[in-house]
């Protein structure tokens, strides 16, 4: 048992402290998440029940601010580190300071990657900023009206109801004519894009990711990601072998996300054949050298850790199965070169036994599992 809950039923023996006291926890929900949101907490005891723990039992507006509450009966003196989550459907961010609960009231808002904790609710800690994104679409519908919706299960219509945002805006970028609209966030919401005339017609099957630019190019039939103008960008390919409806791919670095948003990461729907394999593609890829965990997944419960840190220098292959993931190497120029393999410490190998390798061949180069 914790020394502070020791303590805490001490003195309360004595009368100095009453297990009956009220704990106000109030969150300014900032998230892009809606309002389907929970708290949870851990350390001396679960004060709100297992995960994903307790919905708000009201909502208060406080100098301008709204506020999820959350009340605590008891449980006087316990350290506890709440987690505010959406409701376990993927995104959570915790409050890793903690709260001993010897205070009526507490107060919390996030944005959904961080956290401002303050004690005066007049003087709001609620400015996080916001990372500024534009959607560049390089429109070759030939539809009088182009118009983008985006929707996310645990997010707001970023561009609001359907058929979401008319495309008026126009800019020139090396040549070419795009539209644009602002696409900002905090480089955590991956949205479904559906782009449509509001007539009928429409075209879906990218995902991106709020708060950041993005390129795309749409005609009446289709939608793809494009490069980024004068930004070097590579591919990856996965081979399939999983059986599962969805594919999905996670990126982090430590413990944030990464490129491609939060849980469950970017969904790959493109597909292309290289040398009778079909691929699931994920297209134009920023080149980054931080290297990336990687976390092939289903969003049902299934997932598949990519084993060891690749930077996207090059394109990348992988074959995933439900009982691992190994990278291979696919080369679409001459089978003339010679296959190299190094230790990962750049050592040559001349005969490679189990491990994880680099290998080279030709211009390609890509760490291998044997």
């Given amino acids: 048992m914790k020394k502070s809950l020791l303590l805490s039923l001490a003195l309360g023996a004595m009368g100095l402290v009453s297990n009956a006291a009220t704990h106000n926890i109030y969150v300014a929900n900032l998230t892009d998440w809606g309002t389907d949101v929970a708290l949870y907490a851990w350390g001396d005891s679960e004060i709100f029940g297992g995960w994903p723990g307790a919905t708000p ?6 100098a301008g601010v709204t506020y999820d509450k959350f009340v605590v009966e008891g449980h006087d003196g316990e350290t506890v580190y709440p987690i505010f989550n959406n409701n376990n459907r993927g995104q959570q961010v915790d409050f890793n300071d903690g709260i001993v609960l010897n205070e009526e009231n507490y107060y919390f808002a996030t944005n959904g990657i961080t956290y401002h904790q303050y ?8 400015d996080f900023g916001e990372l500024d994104g534009t959607l560049y679409v390089l429109d070759k519908t030939g539809w009088d009206t182009t118009y983008v919706y985006a929707w996310e299960n ?8 359907w058929p979401g945002t008319a495309l008026t805006q126009s800019v020139e970028i090396e040549g070419e004519t795009y539209k644009k609209v602002p696409f900002p966030g905090n480089k955590t919401i991956t949205y479904n894009l559906i782009f449509n005339n509001n007539a009928g017609t429409q075209v879906e099957g990218i995902s991106a990711i709020a708060g950041k630019d993005t390129y795309v190019e749409v005609t009446a039939t289709e939608c793809k990601i494009i490069p980024t103008p004068g930004v070097k960008t590579y591919n990856i390919y996965i081979d399939d072998q999983t059986g599962w409806n969805e594919l999905y791919l ?8 990464s490129i491609f948003g939060s849980w469950p990461g970017v969904h790959v729907n493109d597909s292309e054949t290289i040398n009778g394999i079909e691929y699931k593609v994920i297209r134009n890829v920023e080149a980054t050298e931080v290297a990336q965990n990687l976390i092939i997944n289903n969003n049902a419960g299934e997932q598949i850790d990519v084993e060891g840190a690749w ?4 394109d990348l292959f992988f074959t995933a199965t439900k009982n691992g993931v190994s990278s291979s190497l696919n080369v679409v120029e001459s089978d003339d070169f010679e296959t190299e393999y190094y230790t990962l410490q750049g050592v040559r190998v001349a005969t490679p036994t189990e491990g ?7 211009s390609k180069v890509m760490k291998v599992i044997k």
């Fill in 57 to 62: 039992s009201a909502q208060e507006t406080i």
């Fill in 250 to 257: 996670y990126a982090y670095v430590g413990a944030s996300s």
């Fill in 311 to 314: 930077p996207i220098e090059s």
């Fill in 119 to 126: 004690s005066d609710p007049t003087k709001p800690d609620t």
């Fill in 356 to 362: 994880l390798y680099i290998v080279r061949k030709g």
């Fill in 154 to 161: 645990a997010a707001s219509e970023i561009f609001g109801g």
